[in-house]
């Protein structure tokens, strides 16, 4: 069986593909900015509260795309 | 007469002020969704609006929420850990429940899918500007939080 064949043969809704597109940039991206908020926190202690302000700002920019692409998933299906 | 040093973070009262100003926000954005949804669609839009602008400021603000519910914890020996798994698990619950509730939403024939994605992406794109200005406009001070050791006694 040749690759056209095998990919004609998928079946079920396109669209999880769709919701798996939408959730790993904001995973790769959230990912990145805690684990680089964990790394300033344990260099310097003290300055949690400004990093924990700026991973928050980082978070709810990288999230708004996942809310969004999730959200186009389940509208226009 | 001493007090014990305080080792709350100093980002304490910017998220509580993007809470509140988050709040205010989502109830001009359900308003005035919920009065072009009923004038456009009806009653159906009324009520998507209602609950797309919820739904989008309520997870929204589940991050800051959870920021400051991990705070309570900071001092202690495994803060750290306990601030990053309360947060990032609030993250992954907070998207588990959103998909499981717009499946539930999609076919309902209460909803209408276009004024509840709208609604959805200006509630989802208004905190974000809330967010933003108030992260701007606060004013925290560089290590603050750090614990000085106390005076030397003189005796």
Same mark, same amino acid.
């Given at each position: 069986?040749?690759?056209?064949?095998?990919?004609?043969?998928?079946?079920?809704?396109? #669209?999880?593909?769709?919701?798996? @597109?939408?959730a *790993? !940039?904001p995973a790769?991206g959230v990912g990145?900015v805690v684990g680089?908020t964990i790394?300033?926190v344990?260099?310097?202690?003290?300055? #949690?509260?400004?990093?924990q302000? @700026?991973m928050y *700002? !980082?978070i709810a920019?990288t999230e708004?795309?996942a809310?969004?692409?999730?959200?186009?998933?389940?509208?226009?299906? | 007469?001493?007090?014990?040093?305080?080792?709350?973070?100093?980002?304490?009262?910017?998220f509580?002020?993007?809470?509140?100003?988050?709040?205010?926000?989502?109830?001009?954005?359900?308003?005035?969704?919920?009065?072009?949804?009923?004038?456009?669609?009806?009653?159906?839009?009324?009520?998507?609006?209602?609950?797309?602008?919820?739904?989008?400021?309520v997870f929204m603000g589940i991050t800051a929420a959870s920021i400051l519910l991990a705070n309570r914890y900071a001092?202690n020996?495994n803060s750290i850990g306990a601030f990053f798994g309360i947060v990032m698990g609030g993250w992954l619950l907070k998207f588990i429940v959103f998909l499981v509730?717009?499946?539930?939403?999609?076919?309902?024939?209460?909803?209408?899918?276009?004024?509840?994605?709208?609604?959805?992406?200006?509630?989802?794109?208004?905190?974000?500007?809330?967010?933003?200005?108030?992260?701007?406009?606060?004013?925290?001070?560089?290590?603050?939080?750090?614990?000085?050791?106390?005076?030397?006694?003189?005796?």
């Amino acid at each position: 069986m040749d690759a056209v064949t095998v990919l004609a043969e998928i079946n079920g809704n396109i #669209a999880t593909v769709g919701y798996g @597109l939408a959730a *790993i !940039g904001p995973a790769i991206g959230v990912g990145i900015v805690v684990g680089k908020t964990i790394e300033g926190v344990a260099r310097q202690p003290e300055l #949690a509260g400004r990093l924990q302000v @700026l991973m928050y *700002i !980082g978070i709810a920019f990288t999230e708004a795309l996942a809310f969004i692409g999730i959200a186009t998933y389940f509208i226009f299906v | 007469m001493s007090t014990a040093p305080s080792t709350q973070p100093t980002s304490i009262p910017v998220f509580r002020q993007v809470l509140v100003y988050g709040g205010i926000l989502a109830l001009a954005i359900a308003l005035i969704g919920m009065v072009v949804g009923g004038l456009t669609v009806g009653g159906v839009g009324v009520l998507s609006a209602l609950i797309g602008t919820l739904m989008a400021v309520v997870f929204m603000g589940i991050t800051a929420a959870s920021i400051l519910l991990a705070n309570r914890y900071a001092g202690n020996e495994n803060s750290i850990g306990a601030f990053f798994g309360i947060v990032m698990g609030g993250w992954l619950l907070k998207f588990i429940v959103f998909l499981v509730l717009l499946l539930l939403l999609k076919d309902q024939p209460w909803i209408h899918p276009l004024v509840l994605f709208l609604s959805i992406i200006a509630g989802v794109l208004g905190s974000l500007v809330v967010d933003a200005i108030v992260l701007f406009k606060s004013r925290m001070p560089y290590a603050s939080d750090v614990v000085l050791p106390p005076a030397p006694h003189d005796d």
